[in-house]
């Protein structure tokens, strides 16, 4: 194969983030093992056989020269763009960052229990933690969430994909980005929801450079774990890292290692999209 078993399984995570699967999805597709899979993004299984990459690829509807393929030169333009304060990555937060969803989903809960609105936001905040960091699984949630409001089920994930509202002006800017710098997000989420509005088009299709899945990574914002593994992905150094999110406590944490910073104010949008592009002009 023409490329190191790093770059391969760094290869193999982007096609599956970009196909909007998780590991556990892909590995039911392709008839491989959990283990086996995730040794292979990380490296750690030097020379996978080729069989086990035709299988991947034929799962992610791929061809093998297209999902082991070289970088586009497409891409190879977009690495070397950085703005004028160094910046040639951007991470995009998703909730309240891409899309509203909270307010909605807590009072369509609250009206189809019948319990109160500040029951369900409690209920809610008192396990979120736990899922996003994969801690618990979303059905245990959708267990432990019930048990708490008095019903007998709960399914979270879809109250959550209903009420999904995208924040326009963001999607738009993130497009924008794309073309020009590498892009990835990084969001403290449920396992399966990014991936899900990935596929529903509640998130824009595009070829994201990393995926930070909090349920993947077992960290969440703004836990130190969580911006190590995205800069290693990001495949540049601190300086060169912008990440705009709605939460100070995650951009303060992101700022303390050094990267770029930027506050996205979700009651002013096109205020908060109009300081971005400034910020992310490039370097002429």
Same mark, same amino acid.
Request: with cysteine; glycine share 6%; net charge neutral.
């Given at each position: 194969?023409?490329?190191d #078993?790093?770059?391969?399984?760094?290869? +193999?995570q982007k096609?599956?983030?970009?196909a909007?699967?998780?590991?556990q999805?892909?590995?039911?597709?392709?008839?491989l093992?959990f283990?086996? +899979?995730?040794?292979?993004?990380?490296?750690?299984?030097?020379?996978?056989?080729?069989?086990?990459?035709?299988?991947i690829?034929g799962? /992610?509807?791929?061809?093998?020269?297209? /999902?082991?393929?070289?970088v586009?030169?497409g891409?190879?333009?977009?690495?070397?763009?950085?703005?004028?304060?160094g910046?040639?990555?951007?991470y995009?937060?998703?909730?309240?960052?891409?899309?509203?969803f909270?307010q909605r989903a807590f009072?369509k809960?609250?009206? !189809?229990?019948?319990?109160?609105?500040?029951?369900?936001?409690?209920?809610?905040?008192?396990?979120?933690?736990?899922?996003?960091?994969?801690?618990?699984?979303?059905s245990?949630?959708?267990?432990?969430?019930?048990n708490?409001?008095?019903?007998?089920?709960?399914n979270?994930? !879809?109250?959550?994909?209903?009420?999904? #509202?995208?924040?326009?002006?963001?999607?738009?800017l993130l497009?924008?980005?794309?073309e020009?710098?590498?892009?990835?997000?990084?969001?403290?989420?449920?396992?399966?929801?990014?991936s899900?509005?990935?596929?529903?088009?509640?998130?824009?299709?595009?070829?994201y450079?990393?995926v930070?899945?909090s349920?993947? &990574?077992?960290?969440?914002?703004?836990?130190a774990?969580?911006y190590?593994?995205a800069k290693e992905?990001?495949?540049?150094?601190?300086?060169?890292i912008?990440l705009?999110?709605?939460?100070? &406590?995650?951009?303060?944490?992101?700022?303390?290692?050094?990267?770029?910073?930027?506050w996205?104010?979700d009651?002013?949008?096109k205020?908060?999209?109009?300081?971005?592009?400034?910020?992310?002009?490039?370097?002429?």
């Amino acid at each position: 194969m023409a490329m190191d #078993e790093r770059g391969l399984g760094k290869q +193999l995570q982007k096609a599956r983030q970009n196909a909007g699967l998780t590991q556990q999805q892909l590995c039911h597709k392709a008839n491989l093992s959990f283990s086996t +899979l995730t040794k292979i993004e990380r490296g750690a299984i030097k020379s996978p056989s080729i069989f086990t990459i035709q299988s991947i690829a034929g799962a /992610l509807n791929l061809s093998l020269d297209e /999902l082991i393929g070289h970088v586009t030169s497409g891409d190879q333009k977009r690495i070397l763009n950085k703005t004028k304060t160094g910046v040639s990555f951007v991470y995009f937060d998703v909730n309240g960052c891409l899309i509203y969803f909270y307010q909605r989903a807590f009072d369509k809960l609250a009206l !189809d229990t019948g319990a109160r609105l500040d029951t369900v936001e409690s209920a809610f905040w008192h396990y979120n933690d736990q899922v996003c960091r994969g801690e618990i699984s979303i059905s245990d949630f959708n267990a432990k969430l019930a048990n708490r409001l008095g019903v007998d089920k709960v399914n979270w994930q !879809d109250y959550y994909l209903q009420t999904v #509202e995208p924040i326009n002006e963001m999607q738009e800017l993130l497009a924008w980005t794309s073309e020009r710098y590498k892009v990835g997000l990084m969001t403290n989420i449920f396992p399966g929801l990014l991936s899900a509005m990935r596929r529903n088009k509640q998130l824009p299709n595009i070829a994201y450079d990393a995926v930070i899945d909090s349920s993947e &990574v077992a960290a969440i914002k703004p836990e130190a774990k969580i911006y190590e593994i995205a800069k290693e992905r990001a495949g540049v150094s601190p300086s060169e890292i912008l990440l705009i999110d709605d939460d100070r &406590v995650n951009l303060m944490a992101a700022e303390r290692l050094g990267w770029h910073v930027l506050w996205f104010d979700d009651s002013h949008p096109k205020a908060s999209v109009e300081r971005a592009r400034a910020a992310l002009e490039p370097i002429s």
